[in-house]
């Protein structure tokens, strides 16, 4: 099939809109033109995009599962011109970063501000996001590059480790759980457990690490952000594994206690995560190094 882009531009706006006039409004062009190139799309395709009815259209089973992929396709051109007009306009590099909660902490905020000194015109577009989500945001291009915390399983994708972290073991002190006595993973698992939702990659350890020793992980509390373990930790309701830096002022404060595991945690690592597929802009090829230098 030899079908132009602007075929599939004119489809792509007459679904999002479901209006051929308001499509038509949006791309300057006349209606009977928008309705010829959606007749001419469906000829060459072999199949009805669109259900016509009074006051617009509606996509076919076929014209959805078009959609699905041009819709990803025209996003990331309208990504590119926008990025490219900001370079041309303003002198900006822009760069697309994916970062989980604990790695923007634990590692990314001091080198973006140091690199943003050193490349005044460089323009971050920073995403948090988690481990689940990852590996499709840099597959569709939505992301250039991402610095997650490890483990998760990623399939697909480049990983460069670039620092380890560690982890602690956290309740309130009137929880009453001597510190101080070694504690194995079953005898904690009886405690009521703080642990991160699903999907991220703080849970993926937590799983990890219990069936390692065949226990099943059934935590109490789930929570969508590693900052509020040690806060829920602080009021002696359960027993929370957290980077030791999220804790370090309330253990200095007394406001929580550290337990001492029977073995000692796995470190974690924070990884520069990319798509081998893509090739990346000459800003984010310099930035990719400066992190690994920092690393």
Known sequence: MNISYDSYKIFYHVARYQNITLAAKALYLTQPTVSHYILELEKELGCKLFTRYKKGVRLT????ILYGHIAKACGEIGRGEEDLKAYLELGQSVIK?????????NYLMPILGRYKIKHPQTRFQIRNTVGKLVESQLQEGSIDLAVMATPYPYHDLSITKLAEFSMS?????AAKIPAD?????????AFPLIALELGTSGRYYMDT??????????PDIELSTADLITPIAMQ?????????RFC????????????????PLPQRSIC????PSRNPSGACQQFMEELTASG
């Open 169 to 173: 073991i956290i309740t309130g002190p």
């Open 181 to 189: 006595v070694p504690m194995t993973l079953e005898e904690l698992a």
């Open 209 to 218: 690490l219990f069936a390692s020793c065949g226990i099943p992980l059934r």
């Open 272 to 275: 520069l995560l990319t798509d």
């Open 236 to 244: 002696n309701i359960g027993i929370g594994f957290v980077p030791r």
């Open 248 to 263: 370090h002022n309330a253990l200095s404060e007394g406001r929580v206690v550290e337990l001492t595991p029977a073995r």
């Open 61 to 64: 089973p076929e014209g959805s």
């Open 97 to 105: 970063i994916g970062a989980s909660e604990t790695t923007l902490r």
